[in-house]
């Protein structure tokens, strides 16, 4: 296995600590909640000792079915590297803040730190600081810009914390490259940023990352993008900018076969990867996003990975804890189609939507598929939803969804299944094999806003609420709005 080294402005957790098989992994406390980062092979034995004898324990996501060995303050337990499902884990001890585990696969890709095609960026010419101590912003640009200019290349950044403010513009057949250890972060220093104000009066600075036009781009690795989302916003309610100064991490466009993985994506404060519109091959692989995730304390549109205006795009066994929508498919762009969208065996953690279509239907959203993926907690588990754009939403799958908890918010009460036709009409939605483990508040709703803006062709297969496996509309509980068609409710047995 191996373990990373710590950030030096980061907070080792007084509540965990972690043993993998004989090694010691560092427990960071990042704002209300702890995580550990390890890669792995094989069988590995975890041991966490907590702050206090355990009396409790939940192991997510609960279809792993992971069981542990209590001992005083110590709870043993064993995961596989070869499971389908990462090793991306959300851990109830007692009544302490929670504990995050994010077990990677070993790397498989990891190039070396010189030789030919490689920019390492603590090397001349660049020389760039890893102490966090000056900004290093045009340092890591000037690599990728040389990289660029000979048709490609490796911008490798080694361990250390490397200060920026500016965009980053990535560049066509240029591969970003953090290693484990190492992190990229925001200076959270807001007076230092421009901002723009979005209709809504919303304020956001611009990105971290940009990747516009640059087909083949490449962000991979074991190490850390950090946004600094939540030292730059301004958390004064009394002010006039507050929950202003929001940053995304990664937004691209126009960009063909684009691919990140592995990394850590840490602290946005608004949609943390926002791509690729108008770009086809997006790849979003072993993508660890943690964020803010408190509704009560700050309700931001931190939404974790949003395939936006794309088409032939994968998002898979990533892992993201968020407030906001963690995995949506989103047609934000006119005349250009979106299709060919697959989400499979994630693992998210939401205080808002766990799995979604919508709501932008800018152009044609088609054949979108979310397939084995686990909700831990969100207050929506699965939503399709059309209230901006007037495009048709049509053939969206949902396959194997779990939802395991669900949360209240300010903005309203839990709900298991949400579709709603407002500016738009959605049509031949399937879901099929979902399991939700707890009862929610309000029933399953489905509701369109006129004949033009209807709900049409919902199929429900194998819906299983609380252990009972529902065979009719009725016994779904299905709140039926206005201009909806077609509901089915079927079991394997039975079909009315």
Same mark, same amino acid.
């Given at each position: 296995?191996?373990?990373?080294?710590?950030?030096?402005?980061?907070?080792?957790?007084?509540?965990?600590?972690?043993?993998?098989?004989?090694?010691?992994?560092?427990?960071?406390?990042?704002?209300?909640?702890?995580?550990?980062?390890?890669?792995?092979?094989?069988?590995?034995?975890?041991?966490?000792?907590?702050?206090?004898?355990?009396?409790?324990?939940?192991?997510?996501?609960?279809?792993?079915?992971?069981?542990?060995?209590?001992?005083?303050?110590?709870?043993?337990?064993?995961?596989?590297?070869?499971?389908?499902?990462?090793?991306?884990?959300?851990?109830?001890?007692?009544?302490?803040?929670?504990?995050?585990?994010?077990?990677?696969?070993?790397?498989?890709?990891?190039?070396?730190?010189?030789?030919?095609?490689?920019?390492?960026?603590?090397?001349?010419?660049?020389?760039?600081?890893?102490?966090?101590?000056?900004?290093?912003?045009?340092?890591?640009?000037?690599?990728?810009?040389?990289?660029?200019?000979?048709?490609?290349?490796?911008?490798?950044?080694?361990?250390?914390?490397?200060?920026?403010?500016?965009?980053?513009?990535?560049?066509?057949?240029?591969?970003?490259?953090?290693?484990?250890?190492?992190?990229?972060?925001?200076?959270?220093?807001?007076?230092?940023?421009?901002?723009?104000?979005?209709?809504?009066?919303?304020?956001?600075?611009?990105?971290?990352?940009?990747?516009?036009?640059?087909?083949?781009?490449?962000?991979?690795?074991?190490?850390?993008?950090?946004?600094?989302?939540?030292?730059?916003?301004?958390?004064?309610?009394?002010?006039?900018?507050?929950?202003?100064?929001?940053?995304?991490?990664?937004?691209?466009?126009?960009?063909?076969?684009?691919?990140?993985?592995?990394?850590?994506?840490?602290?946005?404060?608004?949609?943390?990867?926002?791509?690729?519109?108008?770009?086809?091959?997006?790849?979003?692989?072993?993508?660890?996003?943690?964020?803010?995730?408190?509704?009560?304390?700050?309700?931001?549109?931190?939404?974790?990975?949003?395939?936006?205006?794309?088409?032939?795009?994968?998002?898979?066994?990533?892992?993201?804890?968020?407030?906001?929508?963690?995995?949506?498919?989103?047609?934000?762009?006119?005349?250009?189609? #979106? /299709?060919? &969208?697959? %989400?499979?065996? !994630?693992? +998210?953690?939401?205080?808002?939507? *766990?799995?979604?279509?919508?709501?932008? $239907?800018?152009?044609? #959203? /088609?054949? &979108?598929? %979310?397939?084995? !993926?686990? +909700?831990?907690?969100?207050?929506? *588990?699965?939503?399709?939803?059309?209230? $901006?754009?007037?495009?048709?939403?049509?053939?969206?799958?949902?396959? !194997?969804?779990?939802?395991?908890?669900?949360?209240?918010?300010?903005?309203?009460?839990?709900?298991?299944?949400?579709?709603?036709?407002?500016?738009?009409?959605?049509?031949?939605?399937?879901?099929?094999?979902?399991?939700?483990?707890?009862?929610?508040?309000?029933?399953?709703?489905?509701?369109?806003?006129?004949?033009?803006?209807?709900?049409?062709?919902?199929?429900?297969?194998?819906?299983?609420?609380?252990?009972?496996?529902?065979?009719?509309?009725?016994?779904?509980?299905?709140?039926?709005?206005?201009?909806?068609?077609?509901?089915?409710?079927?079991?394997?047995?039975?079909?009315?």
């Amino acid at each position: 296995m191996i373990t990373y080294l710590k950030p030096t402005y980061t907070t080792t957790s007084s509540e965990f600590q972690l043993q993998v098989d004989l090694n010691a992994v560092i427990v960071e406390h990042f704002l209300d909640y702890h995580y550990a980062h390890f890669s792995y092979s094989g069988v590995s034995t975890l041991t966490i000792t907590a702050s206090q004898p355990i009396t409790s324990y939940d192991i997510s996501p609960h279809s792993m079915g992971i069981t542990g060995i209590v001992s005083g303050n110590q709870l043993t337990f064993t995961i596989d590297s070869s499971s389908v499902k990462p090793s991306y884990l959300v851990i109830q001890i007692n009544d302490l803040e929670k504990m995050v585990v994010l077990a990677d696969p070993l790397e498989g890709n990891a190039p070396p730190p010189s030789g030919t095609g490689i920019y390492n960026i603590i090397d001349a010419p660049y020389q760039a600081d890893n102490t966090w101590t000056i900004d290093v912003t045009h340092l890591i640009q000037q690599a990728i810009d040389d990289a660029s200019a000979a048709g490609g290349g490796i911008v490798y950044v080694p361990v250390g914390v490397y200060k920026v403010k500016d965009i980053l513009y990535i560049k066509s057949n240029v591969t970003l490259y953090l290693q484990g250890g190492a992190v990229i972060k925001s200076n959270p220093d807001r007076t230092l940023y421009d901002y723009t104000t979005s209709r809504e009066g919303k304020i956001f600075i611009d990105p971290m990352i940009r990747i516009d036009h640059a087909p083949h781009a490449k962000i991979i690795g074991r190490g850390i993008l950090d946004a600094s989302g939540i030292a730059i916003m301004d958390k004064d309610r009394a002010s006039s900018t507050f929950l202003g100064y929001r940053r995304n991490v990664i937004v691209g466009n126009h960009s063909d076969h684009v691919t990140i993985e592995g990394i850590i994506i840490k602290d946005s404060t608004t949609w943390t990867i926002n791509g690729i519109q108008g770009g086809e091959g997006f790849t979003v692989r072993h993508v660890k996003v943690i964020n803010h995730k408190n509704a009560d304390q700050y309700k931001i549109m931190n939404d974790g990975i949003d395939l936006c205006g794309t088409r032939n795009a994968v998002a898979e066994k990533n892992f993201v804890m968020t407030v906001d929508d963690a995995l949506c498919a989103k047609s934000t762009i006119t005349d250009y189609a #979106m /299709y060919n &969208v697959r %989400f499979k065996n !994630n693992i +998210v953690f939401s205080s808002c939507a *766990g799995l979604k279509a919508g709501l932008q $239907s800018h152009s044609p #959203m /088609y054949d &979108v598929w %979310f397939e084995d !993926n686990d +909700v831990v907690q969100a207050r929506r *588990g699965i939503v399709v939803e059309a209230t $901006s754009g007037k495009q048709l939403m049509s053939d969206i799958h949902f396959v !194997n969804t779990r939802v395991e908890n669900y949360v209240f918010t300010s903005m309203g009460k839990s709900i298991p299944v949400e579709i709603e036709a407002g500016t738009a009409p959605v049509k031949n939605v399937f879901i099929d094999s979902a399991y939700f483990e707890k009862q929610a508040f309000n029933p399953i709703h489905l509701y369109g806003s006129s004949d033009a803006n209807d709900v049409t062709n919902v199929t429900f297969n194998d819906l299983n609420l609380c252990g009972n496996v529902i065979s009719n509309v009725t016994d779904a509980g299905v709140s039926v709005g206005s201009y909806t068609a077609g509901i089915t409710v079927t079991s394997s047995t039975n079909k009315v």
